[in-house]
C-alpha cells in the first residue's frame, strides 16, 4: 500500500486558472513532506514542510501541511506554461534502523497548463 | 558551485548484461541517494550512502548495488538486467550531517533502456 498518495495524477488548466494538488501520507514516525518540481528531468526542490498550519510562499506557489489529517496542498495561482510539469510529494520517516531517515515520494502530480 | 553530475545521461543494454551508473554530488555534499523513476511507479528509494556506508536501503532486490568513494562519488550496479529495468535513475546529494536526506539535489538522471 502506498504511504504518500498524490492527487490527481494529472490536471490540465488553462493559463490564469488556479490549481490545488493534494498529498496524503501515512507513514509511522513522521519528520517533514517536502514538494519537487519535475520538468525535464531532475527533480527541483520548491518547499520543505515541519509544522502544521504554517503557510510557506513563493512568488504564485504555496503550501500548507496539516498533520493532524496528515496530508498537504500545493496551490499555484495564475498558471503560466511554465508551471507545465510534474508535482512531486515526499515524505522524510524515520526509516527501520532507528536514527535513520529515508525519504518516500508520490507517484506525482502531472499539470498541464494550456495556453 | 557544479550541481549534481550523473552519467551517462543514456545507454542501452540488452537482458542478461550489466550496468554501471556514476554519480558525483555537489561538493560538499556527503550523502547520496539513488531512486529509480517509471512511469508506473513514480520515484522508488534505492538506497542512501554517506561516508562511503550504505546508511538505508529500499527494497529492491540483490542485483542492485552501490557503493561510495571516499571523495563522495557513488556508484550503482545492476546485475543481469531485465526489461523491467528501464527507467530513469536519478541521484541525489544533500549535506545531511544527521542521518537524513531531507533536502536533496537531483542530478539529471541516467536513462537505462534494455532490449
Known amino acids: 500500500e502506498d504511504k504518500v498518495v498524490q492527487s490527481p495524477l494529472s490536471l490540465v488548466v488553462h493559463e490564469g486558472d488556479t490549481v490545488t494538488l493534494n498529498c496524503s501520507y501515512e507513514?509511522?514516525?513522521?519528520?517533514?513532506l517536502l514538494w519537487y518540481k519535475q520538468e525535464k528531468k531532475a527533480p527541483t526542490f520548491l518547499f520543505m514542510l515541519?509544522?502544521?498550519?504554517i503557510e510557506k510562499k513563493s512568488g504564485r506557489l504555496s503550501s500548507i501541511l496539516d498533520k493532524k489529517e496528515l496530508f498537504s496542498i500545493l496551490n499555484i495561482t495564475a498558471t503560466q506554461t511554465g508551471d507545465s510539469a510534474i508535482y512531486l510529494c515526499?515524505?522524510?520517516?524515520?526509516?527501520?534502523?532507528?536514527?535513520?531517515?529515508?525519504?518516500?515520494f508520490g507517484k506525482g502530480t502531472l499539470l498541464t497548463v494550456n495556453p | 558551485k557544479a550541481g549534481v553530475t550523473q552519467t551517462p545521461r543514456y545507454l542501452i543494454k540488452t537482458r542478461g548484461q550489466q550496468v554501471t551508473l556514476s554519480c558525483s554530488p555537489i561538493?560538499?555534499?556527503?550523502?547520496v541517494s539513488w531512486y529509480q523513476q517509471t512511469p508506473g511507479q513514480g520515484l522508488q528509494f534505492l538506497f542512501e550512502?554517506?561516508?562511503?556506508?550504505?546508511?538505508n536501503k529500499g527494497n529492491f532486490p540483490g542485483r542492485f548495488s552501490g557503493r561510495q568513494f571516499s571523495n563522495s562519488r557513488s556508484e550503482m550496479n545492476v546485475s543481469t538486467l531485465e526489461l523491467g529495468d528501464s527507467a530513469l535513475y536519478l541521484c541525489?546529494?544533500?549535506?545531511?550531517?544527521?542521518?537524513?536526506?531531507?533536502?536533496?539535489?537531483f542530478g539529471a538522471g541516467s536513462r537505462l533502456t534494455v532490449l
Open positions: 541525489a546529494s544533500s549535506w545531511s550531517g544527521r542521518s537524513g536526506a531531507n533536502v536533496l539535489t
Open positions: 507513514v509511522t514516525n513522521f519528520r517533514s
Open positions: 515541519t509544522s502544521s498550519g
Open positions: 515526499a515524505v522524510e520517516e524515520r526509516g527501520s534502523g532507528g536514527s535513520n531517515y529515508k525519504l518516500t
Open positions: 561538493s560538499g555534499h556527503r550523502s
Open positions: 550512502y554517506f561516508s562511503e556506508t550504505q546508511r
